[in-house]
């Protein structure tokens, strides 16, 4: 009998302690909540377009991922919610190199940004202050090439960044 209860007490603790949960039943998002308005993101770097590409890439990954109404504005409309993001620092950090040219071959772009998702009523659904995104890409060794691989580019990686930011944002892993 003794053996029984604590093999019970030991199951109920290993079940309740393990965090595991099915996808989408951790959300930070109320029911309440059916639209989302997400502002164009805020910028304190000099790269042009990163916070339109990741505002953007956002906006897509929040319609793909939930049921809510998203829309990306200048202004905000009356939403349930609004997330707003401002990118605090923007990197690229040369990895390797080609060896016949001495340029960099590929990159490593790190991306901070401060996210905050709030109601309607100013009440904070979510907060990150200091969310942080690395991506790895490749350059091409013809610089004229590279300019014009630059914006699909940014393209990727905001692509990246809104996956992993959206995940964040729904699932709290």
Known sequence: MRFLTILASLSIFLIAGCGYHTAGSAT???????????????????????????????VR???SRT??????????????????????TETYTPLTYNSQTGQSSSYLITITTSVVLTAADGSVLYRNDHFLFRSQYQETA????????????????????????????????
């Open 61 to 63: 990954e929040l319609t």
């Open 28 to 58: 930070h998002l109320p029911l309440s909540v059916t639209s989302i308005d997400v502002p164009i993101f805020q910028t304190k770097v000099e790269k042009d377009h990163t916070e339109n590409g990741c505002t953007s890439a956002v």
């Open 142 to 173: 013809d610089l004229s090439s590279f300019i014009q691989e630059d914006n699909p580019a940014v393209q990727r990686m905001a692509h990246d960044f809104a996956q992993s930011l959206v995940s964040d944002i729904l699932e709290s892993f």
């Open 67 to 88: 049921k809510d109404r998203v829309t990306e504005s200048d202004h905000p409309r009356a939403a349930d919610a609004t997330l707003r993001g401002t990118i605090l």
